[in-house]
């Protein structure tokens, strides 16, 4: 997922907050993820105030506010590989797992991690972009720590608001 919308400027870029808009966003987020049954058993979240925000208005519209998070500095200051080895951490019984951070990282990692044999109508959804607040479900093949290229399929593919 990525971060909801954000204000575009603060003291520095890690604490920059969400606007309503943005938060409005997160939350229809947690809603869709609740309606489509992906309860996150695990959460890895930039440590970025917006990205941070972002999860705790999913959790909370969503009920998820009991799910182990981690929060992660290098996933704010760190490229896709940085997320995908943040993600190859995850506990092994870990099986509903939500990441919550940046573009162009976020989006990059769907499309590392697909092998264009999912949901035709998601992956379509994911090549016209990855706005705020854009949700993007893999189903993994694989365990968190052997994630690589194309190890999973993109089979869902939601958009919580726009830009």
Same mark, same amino acid.
């Given at each position: 997922?990525?971060?909801?919308?954000?204000? %575009? &400027?603060? @003291?520095?870029?890690?604490? *920059?907050?969400?606007?309503?808009? =943005? !938060?409005?966003?997160?939350?229809?987020?947690?809603?869709?993820?609740?309606? $489509? %049954?992906?309860?996150?058993?695990?959460?890895?979240?930039?440590? /970025?105030?917006?990205?941070?925000? @972002?999860?705790?208005?999913? /959790? $909370?519209?969503?009920? &998820?506010?009991?799910?182990?998070?981690?929060?992660?500095?290098?996933? +704010?200051?760190?490229?896709?590989? #940085?997320?995908?080895?943040?993600? *190859?951490? #995850?506990?092994?019984?870990?099986?509903?797992?939500? &990441? #919550?951070?940046?573009?162009?990282? /976020? %989006?990059?990692?769907?499309? +590392?991690?697909?092998?264009?044999?999912?949901?035709?109508?998601? @992956?379509?959804?994911?090549?016209? =972009? +990855?706005?705020?607040?854009?949700?993007?479900?893999?189903?993994? !093949?694989?365990?968190?720590? $052997?994630?690589?290229?194309?190890?999973? %399929?993109?089979?869902?593919?939601? #958009?919580? =608001? /726009?830009?």
């Amino acid at each position: 997922m990525r971060h909801a919308k954000a204000e %575009s &400027f603060a @003291t520095t870029d890690h604490e *920059r907050k969400l606007t309503d808009r =943005g !938060r409005a966003a997160a939350e229809a987020a947690g809603a869709w993820l609740r309606q $489509e %049954s992906l309860v996150p058993d695990y959460v890895v979240v930039s440590s /970025a105030l917006r990205a941070v925000e @972002t999860w705790q208005a999913v /959790a $909370e519209a969503g009920d &998820f506010v009991d799910t182990p998070v981690v929060f992660e500095e290098a996933v +704010f200051n760190g490229g896709p590989h #940085v997320v995908i080895d943040a993600l *190859r951490v #995850v506990p092994d019984d870990a099986q509903t797992v939500l &990441f #919550v951070g940046h573009n162009p990282a /976020a %989006s990059y990692l769907c499309h +590392f991690l697909d092998d264009g044999e999912g949901d035709p109508e998601a @992956t379509t959804g994911l090549l016209q =972009g +990855f706005p705020p607040a854009t949700v993007a479900v893999l189903e993994m !093949r694989v365990a968190w720590s $052997e994630l690589g290229p194309e190890t999973g %399929s993109v089979v869902g593919y939601f #958009v919580g =608001g /726009a830009d």
